[in-house]
């Protein structure tokens, strides 16, 4: 099965700059790779989706990337705000698309 | 539009003690379901998942099984608890369409002692 690594377990950053989170995978390429964000005591909330014949997609200050030689998804949040502070899974599918596995989440400071 | 419901929202119960937690979606029809665990400062662990009414998937072996009574009900159980069961549960859902996002629930807060 996939293993998924998300670079750091916690990132901290000014606000106003650009926040990167990155996730790796080992095995085989995903159809579908998903982002996520979930607060302290909250379920996760879906932010972007980009399919393995997408190199970018962009979503208002979120830029997504997908590699597929690298195996590697980079997630960008731009002029980033203390508001952003979260933890960010990304997840990939598994079962063509009928289930997802998550990374272990990145958790966010956006300092003031 | 579609909402979930979980409940309940937390729980604390003795080791050996049995568990149900129930999920509901509204709004939508034959979607697909899921239960996650989330332990402290981990991951979502994938539990089980459901395309249809009495169809469950069991991603790893353990003490908690899963069943699927009506389309929009989906229920987490175990008959004896143990203290590695303790963990954040979550239920979501999505639309049959493979790669569609997740809808997750709030969450059911377990506490074995």
Known sequence: SQKIEQNSEALNIQEGKTATLTCNYTNYSPAYLQWY????????????????????????????????????????????????SATYLCALDENYGQNFVFGP???????P | SQTIHQWPATLVQPVGSPLSLECTVE????????????????????????????????????????SRPQDRQF?????????????????????????????????????VL
């Open chain 2, 75 to 111: 229920i987490l159980s175990s008959k004896k608890l143990l203290l590695s069961d303790s963990g954040f549960y979550l239920c979501a859902w999505s639309e049959g369409t493979p790669g569609n996002e997740q809808f997750f629930g709030p969450g059911t807060r377990l506490t």
């Open chain 1, 37 to 84: 964000r979930q607060d302290p005591g909250r379920g996760p909330v879906f932010l972007l989706l980009i399919r393995e014949n997408e190199k970018e997609k962009r979503k208002e200050r979120l830029k997504v990337t997908f590699d597929t030689t690298l195996k590697q998804s980079l997630f960008h949040i731009t002029a980033s705000q203390p508001a952003d």
């Open chain 2, 27 to 66: 709004g939508t029809s034959n979607p697909n379901l899921y239960w996650y665990r989330q332990a402290a400062g981990r991951g979502l662990q994938l539990l089980f998942y459901s395309v249809g009414i009495g169809q469950i998937s069991s991603e790893v072996p353990q003490n908690l099984s899963a």
């Open chain 1, 105 to 111: 989440g990145t958790r966010l400071s956006v300092l």
